[in-house]
Structures are given as C-alpha cells and as structure tokens.
C-alpha cells in the first residue's frame, strides 16, 4: 500500500514513529543513513583538474612544445642562451595559465557566496517536544508542524490539518492555492494526493501536522530538480570563439615556423639557427595574453553586470546574451510587478472609483466620480468589509497572504482605514468550487458575515444593495444589469473583479450587494522602454505565461509587445515539433496557459530554427528550459533555488528590463572583444617582422624573444583590459543582434590587426631600430656588433617602436566604428591607469639596471627618441580616417 | 542455499530485509536476519524489526532464521560465513553521510573478499520495498555481466515487474555536436545485438524486458534524469569496489547515483571467483 493511502497508525508502524515524534538519537541514526536533506549541486567542481586543464589548451601546449625544444637545442649547442628561451617559454605558460585559471576561480566563488542559502529553520516533533531545526536535518519518520507562511521541507503525509492550503506552483506552476484534506482516496500517485505535502511548496494558510515519508533527491521536488541535471547543453558561442581564435593563430604560428625551420635548412643557417628562428618565430606568433584578457575583460562585464541586477553564473555567457535573438519571458513578477493593486472601485450605487499608485509599497490616491456626501462611507464600509474577510496582513516589508486580499488591504491602507477592532467567529473558507469565502464577526450585539468572491457566485446570494444616499434597497433586474456590464468591462481589460457583500447571520444568503474591485498585477514602468529597445534591437520577445490569453494579451498592449498570435498550453500539446518550429519562423507568438515543461519545447523549436534563446524562469518545473535555453535566465527574488541553479543568469531584481541591460552589456562586450584582439594582433606584426627581416638580410638581431613576452604578457595586458571594460558604443543596441556566424576574429579583425595596424607598428620599429644604428654608425652588412650597449639600444629602440604605436593605438581602438574623440577622454578610467603604468613601464626598461638585464635594455639618449615619435601619430591619423571612411560606407549602405 | 539480511533495527535495514525475501522466494532459500551484537544497536530494535519480518516471511511463506553473533562486525561475519556453507547473497542497507576515517559496514564488507554475493542497498523510500513494480539496470554501452544481470532478473522475477536496461553511451562534449546519424545507428544496432540474448533469455522465463539508449555526456546524470522522468520503484546497479585513493581523485559515478538517486537503489557485487 502506498504511503498515502495508509492511515496513521499504519503510517506510524511503518516509519517506525509516533505522535510524539522520533527519539533523537534515532533521528541522528536515520540522518546517517538517508543523508541530509538537502539538493546538492551533483557535479562538484575539481578546482586541480580545472588548474592543470589550463595547460592543455592549444596555446598552452604550443609554447610547452617550443619551450621543450628550447631545451633540447641548449643541451646540443649550449651557452647560446636558449635555455632561457626555454624558461622565459614556461614561465609565461605558468603565468598565463595561472592567471586565467584565478579569474574563474574567483567567479565561481563569488557565485557560490551569492548562492548560499540561509538555512531554513522548520519545527518537527521529536522527544514529544515541538523543537526548531534546520530542515536539512529532517529525515523520513520526522513529524512535520506547518503552519502559515512556512516552506514545506519535506514529501510527507497529513496526520492532522485545518484549512490547510499549500501554493504548489514550484512543482506544477499552478498559482491558485491547492487545498489539502486528510484522506485522498482517488488519488493514484503521490503527486495527485491531496493528504502529502510536498518539498518546496509553502503553507498559504491553514495549518497541519505530517509524517515526513521522503526526504532530499526521494521528493517529488527532488525528482524534478533531476530533470534539470542532464539536458545537454551545447557550448557556448564565447568557447567556440576561443576555440576558433586559438585553431587559427595556431595553425598560423606553426605554419610560420615550419616554412622557416625549412628556409633556414635550405639556406646555410644550420638546422640550431633554423630551430630557434622557427621557435621565434611561433613564440611571436602566439599572442599570449590573449586568454586571460578575455577571461579578465569576461569578469569585468559580469561585475558591471551584477551592479545592473543581473548576476551572471557563467562568464562565457556573458557574451552570449549578446548574441541573444529572441527573449522568451515570464509575465507574472518580470513583466509585472507580481504585486496585486486595486485600481478601480464600482460601488453598488454606480459611483466609480480609480485609485492611483501600484504595488504593494507605493500611496495613492482615491478619484472619485458622481461623489456625493456618503460616496466615501460607502467606499470605506466596502474596503473596510473585504480587509476584516481577508487572512492575509502587511507589516512593514512582511508581506503575507493571497495577493487579491493584499490588493484590498493596500486599497484600504491608502485611505488610512482603521479596521474595526471586531471579534471574528468563525470563516467559511474558500474553495475552487465555492469560489468565495465568508467571515462571521460579532459586531456588537449582532452577528454579521462579511463575504467576498467572483461576481456570479455573490450576486445570487444578495437580496439587496445600497443607494447612493445610503439606503439599503432591493437588488433589481437595472441595477444588476450594470453591475454586470461593469464587470464585463474590467474584465475585457484584464482586471480580476472580486464582488464584495455583507449581510446579518451566519448564512451566505440574502446579503447586501457593497460593489465591485478590480484588480491587476500591473506592468513594470520601466518595462515599456526596455521593450522598445528590444524592437530596436531586432530581439523579438514572447510572452510565456500560465495566465489566461486574456490576461496576458492585456499586459501585451499595456507594455508594447508586438506578437502576431495567442497559442494556449493545450494548443501547443497538440502542434507537432516541426509545425512549431515553422509557425516560429514565421510569427511571433504569445504562449498563454502553459506549464512550465511545455518551455522546453518552445525553446527547443526556437533553437532548432537558428535563434539565440534567453529564457526566464522561476519554478522548479522551469529548470528544464532554463538549462536548455541559451541563456537561462532565473528570478532571484522569486526562483526556486532549482531554477537559480540550472541558470546561466540570475536577475536579482526580477525585472524584465535588466535582462535588457544584460543583452547591452553581452553586446559591449563582443565588441570589446573584437577590439582587444585587434589591439593584441596589431603588436604581433611588429614581433614577427623583425625575425623575417633578420633571416633574409644582413642585420643585426632586432628582438629578442623576452621582448616579444614582455610585449605579450607586459605592456599590452593592461590596456588590452582597459579595452575591454570599454562602455557601449552609442549604436549598439540600434545594430541587429550578433549572428551565429558572426565570428570575433573574422576579417576586419585580420585586416585592422596584422595589415594595417600590424604593418604600421612594424615599420615603426624597424625605422627606429634601423635608424638609431645608422646613427651610431652602422653599416648594412654588418650582423654581429661588437659593442653590446649598442646592440641592446638598438633591440630597445625596436620595442619601444612597437610599445609606443600600442600606446595611441589603444586610444583609436576604444571605438570599432566611432571617432576616438567622441568616446571622452577620462570615461575609461582603468585606460588612464594603464597609461600611467605604461610610461612608468617605458622608464623603467630605460633606466632601472635590474628590469634592463632581464629584457635585454639600455638607456637610450634624448636625442634619439624623436624617431619614435612619426609612426604612433601616423597609427592614430591612418586608423580614425579608416573609421570615417567605413562609417560613411556604412551610412551609403544603409 | 540462504540468503542473508543484516538487520540493525533501522527502518533502512528492514526494508533491505523485505527485499532480500522477495528474492529469497524466488529460490525458496532460507532467509536468515543476522545481527553482529556490537553495543551501538538498539537490541530491542533489532528484535522488533526482526519480528515485523519474519511476520511478512510467514504471509510470503519465507523461512526465517535468526543469527545474533557478538565481535567486531565484519570479521565476525567473514567467519560465519567461511564457516556456514550454501549462502548465495548477503543484503544490506549502506548510510548515505560518508566519514573519511570511518568506512560504512557496507563499504568494510565490500572490501572483504567474500565467497558470497552482496547486495549493498540505498533505501529512500521505506514504503517500496514490498510495491516495487517497475526495475531498471543502467549500465554502460552494452557492458553487462552474467552474474549483474541474474540479480536483476532474479528481482524482476520476484516483483514479477516491468523491467528495463537503460543503456547509456558516453559522448564527450567536443563530439556531441557532430554525432552522425549513420554512425548512431551502426552503435545502436551493435549494443542491441550484443543485448539480444538478454531479451530472449527473459522471454524465456516469462518476463518482459525493454532496452532504452541514451547518448550523454555524462553517464551518471543521465542516468538520474531518466530516473527523474520515469516511475521506477527499484534500480539495480553494478557495484564497484573504490579504494581510499581512488575515492580522493573524485567521485565515480557509481557514487554520484547512489547518493542523488531519487529510488531505492542496489549495488551488485558477485562474488569473487577463487
């Protein structure tokens, strides 16, 4: 027999309990063996395997590979420096590895401190003593105490109850309060039975006592919560980017070094000379600092982001939501406020009422039509009959009780009402099927009840109304007549109307018709703009509610939202796979009544034609779509810690418009991107150009591979950054979103970088290094210098060629289409910072003894800097003349 | 031949008692509720629970043996089973909070080389040892031994259930992209035909059998989502004995279902051949 279909005593016998609750020491024991109560993340992070991964990526291995031949060449011909090639080549492994692997590492820590839960205190019966625990330690057997307002820990069944109602929407997404009984004898599953209560709902009133039957990942939460676990997820548009970045730069580093290991065998160089020219030259192929700018640039946003109410999971995501082409949204607390408000007031009488405020915390004001001397009596014996008919309560920030009561309660507040201070007999609770509740009070010497409840179900039972002078009079077929068209009217704009009586007696009958609320959850005021920015954007939003059409297209034109048609959770049971995916082609479309598990569908079908999916969600029943959407987006106010835990996102606020401010930052930081990378490949040319000029002609070395690593994991890191927490250009959310094939590294990134920054730079630093020898009396021919300093300004006059280039190209990339000059001169403040270290840097390699013996520098006389000075202002000049002329192409285009 | 169940008087422990009767009842062998005396069990308890099986044994017409013994608990068991012949399997419940330093008696007696099978058991809900209708095996591809798969059929005979194999093929993540229609089918076919005679042995003892594939890139939480969206009352897995070091370089999957798994689980372990 199941365990819900057992009575006590059984139940008792079973789980080995009693009225009196486990013994302690028998709790302690069963904790042992059914482990805590608690939904563990399954898939714990192992941080040394994630440190070591970081060796075997693609770059990694490459510089691992020359810095081992570093070695291998310095065991054959030693003293030819190559074993600090060598170590120069695995320090900047260690470092590069290290530092990206700290950036995740600190992003995952500071999820995991936003995560965790306060623990939640439950009380359970053990020793025959009511005590408080942490519900993570209750096990099966345990007798459960709830009372209103608690979370249920535990999958039990109902010993004891007394108008008990539980909100199961984390489980079913149903919101309507579920009543419980004590026997359930149709019910064929746990989940159906109304005597279990079950992990992750709450107590919305009512109270009741149970014996805990399971516990953790054995609840029907916890079974849910693995549902969430294993939908694959594909990877993300930031790993392929990387993944596509490294292939290429390395394929290009390798064949580089192949084709002169081969020239340098061809020619008269010996295969050593070939070899370490070849490493060279892979070495300044590899732009080393590229991955843990991207890493740090990624950290950045999703800092930048969490300010903005959107705490970002995963770093890669970042970008994602970039590229993000459809937002599938939740209506209830992200497009609305998820606060009830009681907008408009229609008294018996004909007298209309609007109410001005939203929300539970906002004041308002009463604006009342045809008003004469009692219009506000009635209004306030209205208002005052649904507060003393109502459970739920406000105090301060504690919010408690079913929201169309707080809508009244809220109502009456604004109007500064003292409820009267009457004793409450007894309540004639409501049911779906009743569909009002009553509450009987002794006023005085009387006995009155007090009811609420849909129009259809009070209005039979009222015999009169009240006139607008006051009098109490017989209800007629007229005045009926208009209250119903009242209705009618509210409820074509979406109001959930409430019917509002009172009367003498304990019985539901013959009852004095008071009026009609209406109610909403209104939209969010910032959502409107957010919404018409998302249109700008070319993001297409649909709304995926469990609310009913009516409602939901309601809020649609409330906010702006476009969409071509409404298709119900029953519709969409019945439309084939393939039929969604054409219809989503083609239509926009607004989801009423669905379930959460019909989210998943929608974001496959969404998928499968192409779009970039950013899905919200809440409910536990949400987590499977969270995870498969691109973007899973989980409320952090309202979400289970299930949804939290399958998102990639978590919106602290619940508020649509920072999933806006997301897309705006995931966009920003594309480009960014885009723009750091360009920087990055721009200093390569410079890199590698002085080796190949260096193997066909008679010239001294130019660089030496320290200075390529100081370039790479020095001088370019910080503005590189800087670059990267760059803020939004002005037309970013004007452009359509970023598409699938849209790739960092495409051309314009080639073309900027390596053919007309690249080249720039690097004529640069051969005119200086070139120059300052002619200078000093040099002649071409001559490869080895006998004086050491002069070899070492020289190779110090090539890196600050490239150095100074980067130093003004990192001012014109800060925008990929804009004029340097329109992006203000101090909004990038972590750029000023670089500049500073920059030139302190630059100092340094010219005047301190120890940073010069290790970069292979010298001083470089006053005199001979000038030549520095050209080339950087060419860089700039060149580039935002480029700018202009793409800007203008553009404009032709458009 | 005997089946032994260790009781220790915690629910846990006897609801394994209920599973190793069904299973004694297939072969009609004695079920014996052996308790290693130790000062840590309630003796009382032990008695209870051993009362409240032998009353389910005499409905399911099982006979039942008690064995109370007194020492340290797994050798002691080692020797009375060295020492008592034809004992075909020893149930038994396993705690779920691991400590470090201090192995589970289950764990100390799945590293004991015993000429028995074990049957170690994660129980989550007390109340389906007796209602279990639907049993399900993961296993790995199509890797399955004789012995794993007699326990499984043995308890599907007990529970006269539906049972199913759930076959899963592990895909690394970089492939998981490119998987080829042509190519799933060819492994497909091949892990079917090397299952076939699973199939038609269970035809032959009247029991019906599904395969179920599933392609993941993680084997364990596939697993545990095919539990999540399916009704199963029992899993039986392989059991895999993990020592101290390999435990420190992560959690194998094994353990990762054992903990997390929302049903009553088994790990099988068969007896060591000499």
Known sequence: ?894 | MRVISAVNGLITSESVALYALKYAKVYRYTLILLHVLNGEDSEDEVKKSMENIEEIAKEYEVKTERVFLEGTPISTIREYIENTNNIDTLFCATRIRKRFFSHSFSEKLTRTKLPINIAVFRIVHVNSALLTENIVMPIKSSRLSIKKFTFFASMVKAYEAKSEIYSVTVVNRWKWHDIDISATKERLEKINSKLYHYIKLFKLINLHLHIKHAFSQNEAEQVLHHLSHHNFDLMVIGGQRLSTFSRLLGEKPIEVILKHSPINTVAFYPKKEK
């Open chain 1, 1 to 894: 027999m199941q365990s819900f279909k057992m009575d006590k005593q059984i139940l008792f016998k079973k789980f080995k309990t009693s009225q009196s609750g486990l013994k302690s020491f028998e709790a302690k024991k069963r904790l042992d063996s059914f482990g805590l109560n608690s939904l563990e993340q399954k898939k714990k992070k192992n941080y040394l395997i994630a440190y070591f991964s970081q060796y075997i990526q693609f770059f990694a291995i490459l510089l691992e590979v020359a810095g081992v031949l570093s070695f291998v060449a310095d065991h054959y011909v030693p003293n030819e420096g190559s074993d600090i090639l060598g170590y120069a080549i695995f320090g900047a492994v260690i470092i590069n590895a290290t530092f990206t692997f700290w950036q995740e590492y600190k992003a995952d820590k500071a999820m995991e401190a936003l995560l965790k839960l306060m623990p939640t205190m439950v009380k359970v019966k053990r020793d025959d003593e009511i005590i408080t625990i942490d519900s993570k330690f209750i096990v099966p057997g345990d007798i459960l105490i709830l009372e209103e307002g608690d979370r249920v820990p535990a999958d039990g069944v109902l010993i004891e109850q007394n108008s008990l109602y539980l909100n199961l929407s984390s489980l079913n997404g149903e919101s309507m309060p579920a009543p419980r009984s004590l026997i359930d004898e149709e019910a064929k599953r746990a989940i159906e039975a109304k005597n279990m209560v079950f992990a992750g709902t709450t107590v919305v009133s009512g109270s009741g006592i149970a014996i805990v039957t399971a516990t953790a990942n054995a609840t029907e939460f916890g079974k849910i919560a693995g549902l969430t676990q294993n939908v694959q997820k594909s990877l993300t548009p930031m790993q392929k980017e990387i993944i596509s970045i490294t292939k290429i730069l390395t394929i290009i580093a390798i064949f580089m070094g192949i084709i002169f290991f081969a020239l340098g065998l061809f020619s008269d160089k010996g295969v050593l000379i070939a070899s370490i020219f070849a490493l060279s030259l892979i070495v300044a192929n590899v732009p080393e600092g590229l991955l843990p700018t991207i890493t740090l640039s990624l950290s950045l946003a999703s800092q930048r982001m969490a300010k903005r109410n959107a705490l970002i999971k995963n770093l890669d995501s970042v970008e994602t939501l970039g590229s993000a082409t459809v937002i599938c949204t939740d209506k209830t607390g992200t497009l609305t406020k998820n606060e009830m408000t009681l907008k408009h007031i229609y008294l018996s009488s004909g007298e209309s009422v609007n109410i001005s405020g939203d929300g539970y915390f906002s004041g308002g004001e009463f604006e009342i039509e045809n008003s004469n001397e009692n219009t506000n009596k009635r209004v306030e014996e209205l208002l005052n009959t649904g507060v003393l008919n109502s459970r739920a309560s406000i105090e301060g920030k504690n919010i408690q009780g079913d929201p169309t009561e707080l809508a009244i309660i809220v109502a009456s507040n604004k109007k500064q009402l003292q409820t009267p201070n009457w004793q409450k007999i007894r309540e004639i609770t409501f049911s779906s099927d009743r569909k009002m509740m009553s509450s009987i009070y002794q006023v005085e010497d009387k006995i009155e009840i007090f009811s609420k409840g849909a129009l259809e179900v009070i209005l039979p039972k009222c015999s009169s109304y009240i006139d607008s002078n006051g009098e109490k009079l017989n209800l007629n077929e007229e005045i009926i007549s208009k209250i119903n068209d009242k209705a009618y009217e509210f409820e074509s704009e979406a109001f959930r109307v409430l019917a509002i009586a009172t009367g003498s007696g304990e019985e539901e009958a013959n009852l004095t018709f008071l009026g009609i609320v209406a109610i909403m959850d209104l939209p969010r005021v910032e959502v409107a703009p957010a919404i018409e920015t998302c249109k700008r954007a070319g993001i297409k939003i649909m709304m995926i509610t469990g609310d009913n059409p009516l409602t939901a297209s309601a809020i649609a034109k409330k906010i702006g939202l476009d969409y071509d048609r409404v298709i119900t959770g029953n519709e969409l049971e019945n439309i084939r796979d393939e039929e969604l995916e054409k219809i989503l082609e083609r239509e926009t479309i607004l989801f009423a009544r669905m379930s959460g598990n019909q989210k998943l569908k929608i974001a496959s079908a969404l998928q499968n034609i192409g779009e970039v999916v950013a899905m919200t969600g809440d409910g536990v029943n949400d987590a499977p779509a969270l995870k498969k959407a691109d973007i899973g987006i989980a409320m952090g106010l309202s979400g289970t810690e299930v949804a939290k835990e399958a998102s990639d996102m978590i919106l602290l606020d619940d508020n649509f418009s920072s999933i806006v401010s997301a897309i705006e930052e995931g966009r920003t930081v594309y480009f960014n991107i885009k723009k750091f990378v360009t920087y990055i490949l721009s200093s390569n040319v410079p890199e590698i150009v002085p080796y190949i000029l260096q193997f066909f002609f008679k010239i001294p070395l130019p660089l030496s591979v320290i200075q390529i690593l100081s370039i790479d994991l020095g001088s370019d890191m910080l503005p590189g950054l800087a670059l990267g927490s760059e803020k939004p250009e002005k037309n970013i959310m004007n452009r359509a979103p970023v598409g699938k094939k849209e790739k960092i590294l495409d051309w314009e990134v080639f073309k900027r970088g390596y053919f007309f920054i690249g080249i720039i730079e690097a004529t640069s630093a051969m005119v200086a290094f070139l120059l300052f020898l002619h200078f000093h009396g040099w002649e071409y021919g001559v490869v080895d210098l006998n004086d050491p300093l002069l070899q070492k300004q020289a190779m110090t006059m090539t890196l600050l060629g490239a150095v100074t280039c980067q130093l003004l190209n990192v001012w014109t990339m800060r925008s990929w289409e804009f004029s340097a000059f329109s992006m203000g001169f101090f909004s990038n403040k972590l750029l000023l910072v670089a500049m500073v270290i920059e030139f302190f840097w630059i100092w340094m390699l010219l005047n301190v003894e120890a940073v010069q013996n290790v970069f292979n520098t010298a001083p470089i006389p006053l005199s001979d800097l000038w030549i520095l000075l050209p080339f950087p202002i060419l860089l700039f000049v060149s580039h935002e003349v480029y700018k202009w002329r793409r800007r203008v192409k553009l404009e032709i285009v458009k």
